[in-house]
């Protein structure tokens, strides 16, 4: 058998990437399937209800996870001095673990587990496994002059490297404004003050999960942050036909073309710019394929001292209220 386990407090998201890939590993390898910590999937500070609006069929239970081998998917990190994170722990750039595939029987896999690679052959199969209950299901807001936004708040909203800024969502709406002009916007979020502070003037919610989920499922057109949540939505859509997404995704502000990480790059996803270009997949796979070659990708972990460790996050505190009150003077119509 082949598993994983649900982590305490794991976002969805990373519940789901965790999920689906080991799943699909698992069918791949001719090997049942299971999962640990099967009670904590989606309870998190997010919901407590647990996964209620699916019926996923989890795999056998694995309550000894003593009984069973683990193998953790690679990492590779590179430390610059863009923010204090990757000074201190390293910017977490990886693409697939081909040795994934090497594991052997009664195996837990544990990593970030997010490259498609792992799970995009098996997309229908997928759609089944992730179908949301009848009940649970609303095109209450699938409409064909609107567009959902995905603003992640919470701990990314103090974060320079990762909240992304105003300039990325208004090049992103006038992106979506070049498909119709007539183009409406609504924001989905975890956090309804810093979506409101980035772009005020559109309605913004953070309701049930459930309909945060289904309202990003069925939208027609999709804009979105650099968070793991809105993937599968997007990604087992029937209705979507547009998904922006910030390209170098974690590291969109900051980045001189590397990817935070590789893996996050995906089929049928356009990915923008800091100028508010858009590319595709497979443009943003060649474009990394030569950074890496050619910028070189210097794995070895720096030690910084404390003085230039502090002296990076003096900086990022200062860009942030700088770019947060540049915002509030700048407020084009929306």
């Keep these: 058998m082949v598993g994983t386990e649900f982590i305490k407090g794991q976002g969805l998201g990373n519940q789901l990437f965790c999920y689906v890939s080991a799943r699909c590993i698992a069918a791949d390898l001719g090997y049942r399937f299971g999962t640990a910590g099967q009670e904590q999937l989606a309870v998190n500070i997010h919901s407590k209800k647990g996964m209620y609006f699916m019926d996923m069929d989890l795999g056998v239970p694995i309550t000894e996870k003593g009984n069973y081998k683990v193998y953790q998917e690679k990492e590779k990190r590179i430390y610059l001095k863009n923010c204090v994170h990757d000074m201190v722990h390293g910017c977490y750039v990886a693409d697939e673990d081909e040795d994934i595939y090497g594991i052997g029987d009664n195996t837990l896999i544990y990593g970030n587990l997010q490259a498609e690679k792992y799970f995009l052959s098996h997309k229908k199969e997928i759609k089944e496994w992730l179908k949301v209950k009848k009940e649970y299901d609303s095109y209450e807001y699938t409409r064909d002059n609107l567009c959902i936004i995905n603003v992640r708040g919470g701990e990314y909203a103090d974060n320079l490297s990762l909240f992304l800024r105003r300039k990325y969502w208004m090049d992103a709406i006038k992106n979506m404004r070049s498909i119709r002009s007539d183009m409406e916007f ?63 995704w974690a590291r969109h502000n900051v980045s001189d073309g590397y990817w935070a990480s590789g893996q996050n790059i995906y089929e049928g996803f356009l990915y923008q710019d800091k100028m508010g270009k858009l590319f595709d997949a497979k443009q943003c796979r060649r474009e990394w394929e030569t950074y890496k070659k050619e910028g070189g990708m210097d794995t070895g972990r720096k030690k910084y001292t404390e003085r230039e460790i502090r002296t990076r996050e003096k900086a990022d505190r200062a860009l942030y209220w700088v770019n947060k009150i540049k915002g509030r003077l700048e407020r084009p119509y929306i």
């Design 186 to 248: 609504r924001i989905v979020t975890d956090d309804v003050e810093a979506a409101r502070r980035i772009l005020p003037g559109i309605e913004a919610y953070h309701l049930d999960l459930d309909k945060d989920y289904v309202t990003l499922k069925n939208a027609r057109y999709l804009i979105l942050s650099n968070s793991s949540f809105a993937f599968f939505p997007a990604f087992t859509s029937e209705t979507v036909k547009t998904v922006i997404a910030p390209k170098y």
